[in-house]
């Protein structure tokens, strides 16, 4: 099994800018998660999915943070326009339901620098 | 709401040391509690959980027990070793049904020298 994918791994653009992050969650699982991590505000959580529908955007910073999975194995999160302050780690995360203990696998993350 | 609150990093010990790191919680009902490890540059991964009451999870040596009375899951090792530097977090999930959020703590940066 591969894991969760991201990409890129790193993304330098400049302030203004749109940036789009993509993931691609473990074959078979029903849940996405999407995670911003910084030093100043730790672990984040932004948006989560369950079967391609948004349950839960109320971590989505503002207007310019968007987040779509049109189908079960793809999902994006897009900002426009970036800011220097969007500089973080952005995680994707899935899990499949059905019991209170099962676990989220992340990806590797995506480095992102707005200059 | 639900929230969980973690001792204060960083911590630093030597080779071979005993490790606590404090993890106490709030929420309503009765939650899952977890550890989930990052390894420099990497995503977080699962460490151990605990889903009820007494309840001991462990996994690489790595032991913590569900205690309800104090709502603490404190993070614990005998003796540690270098690949053990990573940072650890805390986590809660409140067991309803369609709720698969994970509320976690700020995180705890670990280093162990040689």
């Known amino acids: 099994d591969a894991g969760v994918i991201q990409s890129p791994r790193h993304e330098v653009t400049e302030m203004g800018q749109e940036v789009t992050l993509r993931c691609k969650p473990i074959?078979?699982?029903?849940?996405l998660f999407w995670y911003r991590q910084t030093m100043m505000r730790g672990l984040e959580l932004l948006i989560y999915?369950?079967?391609?529908?948004?349950?839960?955007d109320s971590g989505m910073p503002e207007d310019r943070f968007s987040a779509k999975m049109p189908n079960a194995s793809f999902s994006t999160l897009k900002i426009q326009p970036s800011e220097p302050r969007d500089s973080a780690v952005y995680f994707c995360?899935?899990?499949?339901?059905?019991?209170?203990?099962?676990?989220?696998?992340f990806g590797p993350g995506t480095r992102l620098t707005v200059l | 709401g639900n929230s969980v609150t973690q001792m204060e990093g960083p911590v630093t010990l030597s080779e071979e040391a005993f490790l606590t790191i404090n993890c106490t919680y709030t929420a309503t009902g009765y939650p899952s509690l977890f550890w989930y490890v990052q390894y420099p540059g990497e995503g977080l991964q699962l460490l151990l959980k605990?889903?009820?009451?007494?309840d001991k999870g462990s996994n690489k040596g790595f032991e913590a027990t569900y205690r309800k009375e104090t709502t603490s899951f404190h993070l614990e090792k005998g003796s540690v070793q270098v690949s053990d530097s990573a940072v650890y977090f805390c986590?809660?999930?409140?067991?309803?049904?369609?709720?698969?959020?994970?509320?976690f703590g700020t995180g705890t940066r670990l280093t162990i020298i040689p």
């Open positions: 986590a809660l999930r409140r067991v309803d049904f369609g709720n698969e959020k994970l509320t």
């Open positions: 605990a889903t009820k009451a007494d």
């Open positions: 999915f369950n079967n391609n529908v948004p349950i839960d």
């Open positions: 074959s078979g699982h029903d849940y």
């Open positions: 995360a899935s899990s499949i339901q059905g019991f209170s203990y099962n676990e989220q696998f």
